[in-house]
């Protein structure tokens, strides 16, 4: 079956500029999280999806950052106004949501890199 | 909050060997403590997911222990293979809140010599 899919899989913007990074999680998965590596560091944690309820933020670096998500499917994570510092791998997970079935399956990532 | 550390950072072995590489985590109040592979280039793949209940799990030839009294886990890595090098992640949410959001430790780059 299908894995959780990322686009695009890199992405070069100029300074300042917008962008849009897009997720596609595993077909039932309830549970979407964004997460962020930067090169030589370890995964940090952006924003997590359950349902409908109202997503975890509480990882976003500042309000540059948002993200949405439709229903149980899609998300997509913006960053306005781009930084050099935003430069990384942008990594998408989704899980079943449930407990005891919480092990996350990671999409191939976006490569962002801000010049 | 939480902090992950993986212990060595880099680790360079020659095929066939067993090898150990560990967690360690500062808070004990996880949900369960789980371990990934990442190969260069591509996202990450998941290992193993160790309950908080669960002392250890197996596949393979993998195996990995939880002590969350001592806050550690141990990856066990049996008769080592070129395909094994890549780098190996630990990870693990809060036990509490509804969310699920994982702390990972900097990783464990493998090499595993021909």
């Known amino acids: 079956g299908a894995g959780v899919s990322q686009s695009p899989s890199n992405k070069v913007t100029e300074k300042g500029k917008d962008v849009e990074l897009r997720c596609d999680p595993i077909s039932g998965h309830t549970a979407l999280y964004w997460y962020r590596q930067r090169l030589g560091q370890g995964l940090e944690f952006l924003i997590y999806f359950q349902g409908n309820s109202a997503p975890d933020k509480s990882g976003l670096p500042s309000d540059r950052f948002s993200a949405e998500r439709t229903g149980e499917s899609v998300s997509t994570l913006t960053i306005q106004r781009t930084q050099q510092e935003d430069s990384a791998v942008y990594l998408c997970?989704?899980?079943?949501?449930?407990?005891?079935?919480?092990?996350?399956?990671f999409g191939p990532g976006t490569r962002l890199l801000v010049l | 909050k939480q902090e992950v550390t993986q212990i060595p950072a880099a680790l360079s072995v020659p095929e066939g060997e067993n090898l150990v590489l560990n967690c360690s985590f500062t808070d004990s109040a996880i949900y369960n403590l789980q371990w990934f592979r990442q190969d260069p280039g591509k996202g990450l793949t998941s290992l193993l997911l160790i309950q908080s209940s669960q002392r250890e799990q197996t596949s393979g030839r993998l195996n990995a222990s939880l002590d969350k009294s001592s806050g550690r886990s141990t990856l066990y890595i049996a008769a080592s293979q070129p395909g094994d090098s890549a780098t190996y992640l630990c990870?693990?949410?809060?036990?509490?809140?509804?969310?699920?959001?994982?702390?990972f430790g900097s990783g464990t780059q493998l090499t595993v010599l021909p």
């Open positions: 990870a693990a949410p809060p036990a509490s809140g509804s969310a699920r959001q994982l702390t």
């Open positions: 997970a989704s899980s079943l949501g449930r407990f005891s079935q919480e092990t996350q399956y």
